[in-house]
């Protein structure tokens, strides 16, 4: 899904070989063109944008389905990095005898792998999320409001893709705002950043947070793109 940008009108007026070449390639090539993203002329978007795109409104529709759902990917404090359904439902593949399994773990690791934390298994991450935010972005300006998608899944409120940009944005903003009984997720149960009037209001912004109370995880002053 992220792998998408917006064509301009006056980009294509300026770069004719590059289009051309585009589509070109795309009629050399019928069965990428049925899985990605239609282009060219007659499928321009809002205010004649075209659009390169890996998914096709049906894929995004589908991936967006599972992506908004509060019981899989979208948390309280943003998208995490693997389904919650996991957590009861564990991926297990058997190999030679030898079963491995893939579970929904919101934080650290319950075991000694990946040096005791869990990263992709469930934790949000912030750069993950910001390219995600961006893509819906990128995708609103070619729909305009003619693609709106239920968000959460099942709640039966509709938005449009800038909707569900800002209600992500939303969620990774309250990490770090005080709830309401004054705590700020980001800090979960360490009380001295909690209260202490020296830390209380000096926010670490963490390697990446807890998927389901958003508390800050890994290291305290980094990030990983």
């Known amino acids: 899904m992220c792998a998408t940008t917006v064509i301009e009108p006056w980009q294509r007026e300026r770069c004719p070989r590059v289009v051309n070449i585009l589509r070109e390639r795309m009629e050399r090539n019928p069965a990428l063109r049925q899985s990605i993203h239609a282009t060219g002329p007659g499928h321009l978007g809002y205010a004649d944008r075209g659009i390169a795109a890996l998914v096709s409104e049906d894929r995004l529709r589908r991936i967006l389905t599972r992506m908004l759902d509060e019981n899989e990917f979208l948390s309280p404090y943003?998208?995490?990095?693997?389904?919650?359904?996991?957590?009861?439902?564990?991926?297990?593949?058997?190999?030679e005898g030898q079963e491995y399994r893939v579970n929904y773990l919101p934080g650290e690791s319950d075991t000694g792998m990946f040096g005791g934390n869990s990263n992709w298994r469930g934790p949000i991450w912030m750069p993950v999320n910001a390219v995600l935010i961006r893509a819906l972005l990128q995708?609103?300006?070619?729909?305009?409001?003619?693609?709106?998608?239920?968000?959460?899944?099942?709640?039966?409120?509709?938005?449009?893709?800038?909707?569900v940009a800002h209600e992500i944005a939303s969620r990774l903003e309250r990490i770090f705002l005080r709830d309401k009984s004054g705590q700020r997720p980001v800090y979960g149960g360490t009380e001295k950043?909690?209260?202490?009037?020296?830390?209380?209001?000096?926010?670490?912004?963490?390697?990446?947070?807890?998927?389901?109370?958003?508390?800050?995880?890994?290291?305290?002053?980094q990030t990983v793109a």
């Open 139 to 163: 995708f609103c300006l070619y729909y305009g409001d003619n693609f709106k998608i239920e968000c959460p899944t099942g709640s039966g409120k509709m938005m449009n893709l800038f909707e």
């Open 193 to 221: 950043f909690q209260t202490d009037p020296l830390w209380k209001d000096n926010i670490l912004f963490y390697e990446y947070f807890h998927g389901d109370n958003g508390a800050g995880l890994g290291a305290s002053h």
């Open 78 to 95: 943003g998208i995490r990095a693997l389904s919650r359904f996991h957590g009861d439902h564990p991926y297990i593949v058997n190999v």
